[in-house]
């Protein structure tokens, strides 16, 4: 790809662009610890996973309690296809029960070949801001999946 973005030896061997974080999840609601990602030293483009498996960040409104944070974020506009290139996306934080009622700065995303995506991730505003993640691309492979068996 153009950026070289989305090579084997870009991320996947270079476990600091690979965010593996199970308490990113979306239906992580333990109040008993609230991770913040203004701490974060981000440089580059990142893979997520959730354990091990592939995951994306979500691009509808997260559950103000989920993933592990305060206010949970998440990307509006949607995720862009191969073809699209690298987009810019705004980044929402739920919280008082309005989807986007904290804006963050906005991050950049890319589709890759082989259905993932990459965010070149940056400091979040404010604590406790944190970067969410759901295994969504999983899901969307499985229905086109057990569809096309009918």
């Known amino acids: 790809d153009s950026l070289g973005?989305?090579?084997?030896?870009?991320?996947?061997?270079?476990?600091?662009?690979?965010?593996?974080?199970?308490?990113?999840a979306t239906n992580n609601?333990?109040?008993?610890?609230?991770?913040?990602d203004t701490s974060v030293t981000w440089s580059g483009w990142y893979r997520l996973f959730i354990n091990g498996l592939s995951?994306?960040?979500?691009?509808?409104?997260?559950?103000?309690?989920?993933?592990g944070t305060d206010i949970p974020l998440w990307i509006r506009g949607g995720h862009p296809t191969?073809?699209?290139?690298?987009?810019?996306?705004d980044v929402c934080g739920h919280w008082h029960n309005y989807c986007c009622y904290h804006g963050s700065y906005p991050?950049?995303?890319?589709?890759?070949p082989g259905n993932?995506?990459?965010?070149?991730?940056?400091?979040?505003?404010?604590?406790?801001?944190?970067?969410c993640a759901g295994n969504y691309?999983?899901?969307s492979l499985f229905i086109r999946l057990v569809s096309s068996l009918h």
């Open 137 to 139: 691309i999983c899901m």
């Open 5 to 24: 973005l989305c090579t084997r030896d870009t991320l996947v061997t270079q476990s600091r662009y690979v965010l593996d974080d199970p308490w990113r």
């Open 82 to 89: 191969v073809k699209d290139g690298v987009v810019t996306r």
């Open 116 to 131: 993932y995506y990459v965010y070149e991730l940056v400091r979040p505003t404010y604590c406790n801001f944190a970067y």
């Open 55 to 67: 995951a994306q960040i979500p691009d509808t409104c997260v559950e103000k309690t989920g993933c």
């Open 107 to 112: 991050i950049k995303v890319k589709a890759c």
């Open 29 to 36: 609601t333990n109040a008993s610890v609230r991770e913040c």
